[in-house]
Nanobody, 120 residues
Framework: VQLQASGGGSVQAGDSLRLSCTAP????????MGWFRQVPGKEREFVGRIRWSTGRTEYADSVKGRFAISKDGASTVNLQMNSLKPEDTAVYYC???????????????WGRGTQVTVSS
């Protein structure tokens, strides 16, 4: 069962974007939903995660204070990205886990990502 990320686009540095990740059904309270990103030739990088039951969030240092993850109904998780920088350019993916982890190997249900391009 794959998650669907959407909302990417091409923006200028300093702009904002909101990505959404939709599950085909209800996201269970035991889930941890994670956002990751990847640029060609590099490993998939942790961006942030949210524990579905409590709404607790945690972020990579590179995005802390600029990005925010939130729940939107029973089956969607959003990633609000503010003050975007060129180094935020990547394909963004969402994944699902039952562990409070920042490792992409602990997540699954990867779907097609969404491209974010930030120009200076």
């Amino acid at each position: 069962v794959q998650l669907q990320a959407s909302g990417g686009g091409s923006v200028q540095a300093g702009d904002s974007l909101r990505l959404s990740c939709t599950a085909p059904g209800r996201i269970y309270s035991s889930a941890v939903m994670g956002w990751f990103r990847q640029v060609p030739g590099k490993e998939r990088e942790f961006v942030g995660r949210i524990r579905w039951s409590t709404g607790r969030t945690e972020y990579a240092d590179s995005v802390k204070g600029r990005f925010a993850i939130s729940k939107d109904g029973a089956s969607t998780v959003n990633l609000q990205m503010n003050s975007l920088k060129p180094e935020d350019t990547a394909v963004y993916y969402c994944g699902r886990s039952t562990q409070w982890s920042g490792h992409d190997g602990d997540f699954g249900s990867w779907g097609r990502g969404t491209q974010v391009t930030v120009s200076s």
